[in-house]
């Protein structure tokens, strides 16, 4: 076994998660209970889950429950939060500790924590009551994230021991940003991948997340070749991605893969888009409207033209 999945050691005790979904329908086959990670190497521009970004929580703000009492400018002992020239709430993010007094006694509940740490054993609690709806619909756990191979070893060690108590079917969504040789030895408690292409040009690749996808399409191409379970997820965000020749591309490119040929189609959303202000953060694509049901068809049409298999939603 890899060094970096050795059980057992002190630093595989505790990792950072910002949520823990049960009864998810969407990552995986069956009924199954889904761990999302902190932290993520890439930084794509239409990402829904900015909070996840970082490896360590952060601090969430939400403008409409504030009661404007400035209790948390009183009591947050390092002085981290104050007030701007225009009178809005500040945080200095750097400064912030997030040791969460200022959220227990926000009246409003307009302060939060994104994020905490947990150990294997607590998650493995959690995901585990739902180990019968696992047996019935051939579900089970999957590790999303942010991205789960951040934490190699808090992932390693949480697979593990899931397949070690024999609960069932794992999953791992991942965007293959990491060397083979680390993630290797993570498949040995995979069933099932389920990998981010973003864009086949590495140059806009790097444009859209901030990496290229050369790491990327090389780790595919290797998980197909052991004959592990591999879907694509392919994000469809208009007038980023989704022209005909990218499409055509990534098509092409999975087709060419060994094994099963299935693209989840994940067209744009803007759910996410509010949590950016929360964080003091600017939304890239503020303004950018969700594919039409001809563009998501156009996509299909295209991709299944090359045999591939689609799924819209994932």
């Excluded at 750097?94 to 200022?102: H, P, S, V």
Aim: hydrophobic share 35%; aromatic share 8%; net charge neutral.
């Amino acid at each position: 076994m890899n060094d970096k999945l050795r059980p057992g050691s002190v630093r595989e005790s505790r990792g950072w998660i910002w949520d823990i979904k049960r009864y998810a329908l969407h990552d995986g086959p069956g009924v199954r209970t889904t761990v999302f990670f902190m932290g993520c190497p890439l930084r794509c521009l239409w990402c829904c889950n900015p909070e996840s970004q970082p490896l360590i929580g952060q601090l969430c703000w939400i403008e409409n429950n504030c009661l404007n009492c400035d209790l948390c400018l009183q009591i947050c002992p390092i002085k981290a939060i104050s007030r701007d020239e225009q009178g809005a709430r500040k945080i200095d993010r750097i400064r912030c500790d997030r040791c969460g007094l200022c959220v227990e006694q926000c009246p409003g509940g307009a302060l939060s924590l994104l994020g905490r740490q947990a150990t294997v054993e607590e998650i493995l609690q959690e995901v585990c009551k739902d180990a019968v709806f696992f047996q019935r619909s051939q579900g089970g756990l999957t590790l999303s994230g942010g991205e789960p191979t951040v934490q190699l070893d808090f992932a390693g060690e949480l697979l593990r021991r899931y397949k070690l108590e024999e609960y069932g079917h794992t999953a791992m969504e991942t965007c293959g940003y990491i060397q083979w040789a680390e993630l290797a030895p993570l498949l040995d408690f995979i069933d099932l991948v389920l990998y981010d292409i973003k864009h086949m040009d590495s140059v806009r690749h790097r444009r859209l997340t901030g990496v290229d996808n050369d790491l990327i399409l090389r780790n595919a191409a290797c998980i197909a070749e052991t004959g592990k379970k591999l879907i694509v997820r392919f994000p469809l965000i208009p007038g980023y991605n989704d022209d005909s020749e990218n499409i055509i591309r990534t098509g092409q490119f999975v087709g060419d893969l060994p094994g099963l040929k299935q693209i989840d189609l994940l067209p744009y959303h803007r759910l996410g888009e509010t949590k950016y202000k929360r964080l003091d953060q600017e939304y890239a694509l503020q303004g950018t409207i969700p594919p039409a049901r001809e563009q998501i068809e156009n996509a299909r049409q295209i991709l299944e033209s090359l045999g591939i298999r689609v799924r819209v939603g994932g």
